[in-house]
T-cell receptor, first 113, second 114 residues
Framework: DTAVSQTPKYLVTQMGNDKSIKCEQN?????MYWYKQDSKKFLKIMFS???????INETVPNRFSPKSPDKAHLNLHINSLELGDSAVYFC????????????FGPGTRLTVL | AQSVSQHNHHVILSEAASLELGCNYS??????LFWYVQYPGQHLQLLLK??????LVKGIKGFEAEFIKSKFSFNLRKPSVQWSDTAEYFC????????????FGQGTILTVHP
């Protein structure tokens, strides 16, 4: 009965490759997010979707493209991976169009070699 | 832009000691405030939250936090820590023009020695 799930948990890849991370929530929430946690553990929002519509897009390179096929899923596709993309990526969801408590997934540790 | 500041990067305590972790934020309007905990190798879990009402909020595992609007603070407290409280603690704010966007502090690592 996992609330927010992400796959894969670990992702190791070479520079220049394209990869995707998937996120699903079964909480019935209307808003989903992607956060990046860097090597110093600092968490920063990347994107937010409400009912499949993009509502927050922080200054993120356009190599990162989120896609929300429905309000329970928010995937993150990354093109032309760079060393600096190595981080832990957390998906989260909330109700009340972003004003509610955000619940986080287990994270995906991406390592770019 | 909002910012969140956590005063201590690393706190080391012995079991049964009392804990207070500081958190200050920059936005002066209506805010929602949160403390999350990240145990080693695990994801973020909500400890407690403040939306409105009583400024003293109680969370899970014996934690509490006090919202002091005049000081823009939301400090986390626990009267007696346990070894299992060893983790990293994050303060976060959601408010103002940034509704939906959680702004996190830098995190405080708590190490509790048995």
């Amino acid at each position: 009965d996992t609330a927010v799930s992400q796959t894969p948990k670990y992702l190791v890849t070479q520079m220049g490759n394209d990869k995707s991370i998937k996120c699903e929530q079964n909480l019935g929430h209307d808003t989903m997010y992607w956060y990046k946690q860097d090597s110093k553990k600092f968490l920063k929002i990347m994107f937010s979707y409400n009912n499949k519509e993009l509502i927050i897009n922080e200054t993120v390179p356009n190599r990162f493209s989120p896609k929300s096929p429905d309000k329970a899923h928010l995937n993150l596709h990354i093109n032309s991976l760079e060393l600096g993309d190595s981080a832990v990526y957390f998906c989260a969801s909330s109700q009340r169009s972003g004003r509610g408590t955000q619940y986080f997934g287990p994270g995906t540790r991406l390592t770019v070699l | 832009a909002q910012s969140v500041s956590q005063h201590n990067h690393h706190v080391i305590l012995s079991e049964a000691a009392s804990l207070e972790l500081g958190c200050n934020y920059s936005y002066g309007g209506t805010v929602n405030l949160f403390w999350y905990v990240q145990y080693p190798g695990q994801h973020l879990q909500l400890l407690l939250k403040y939306f409105s009402g009583d400024p003293l909020v109680k969370g899970i595992k014996g934690f509490e936090a006090e919202f002091i609007k005049s000081k823009f603070s939301f400090n986390l407290r626990k009267p007696s820590v346990q070894w299992s409280d060893t983790a990293e603690y994050f303060c976060a704010v959601n408010g103002g023009t940034s509704y939906g966007k959680l702004t996190f502090g830098q995190g405080t690592i708590l190490t509790v020695h048995p």
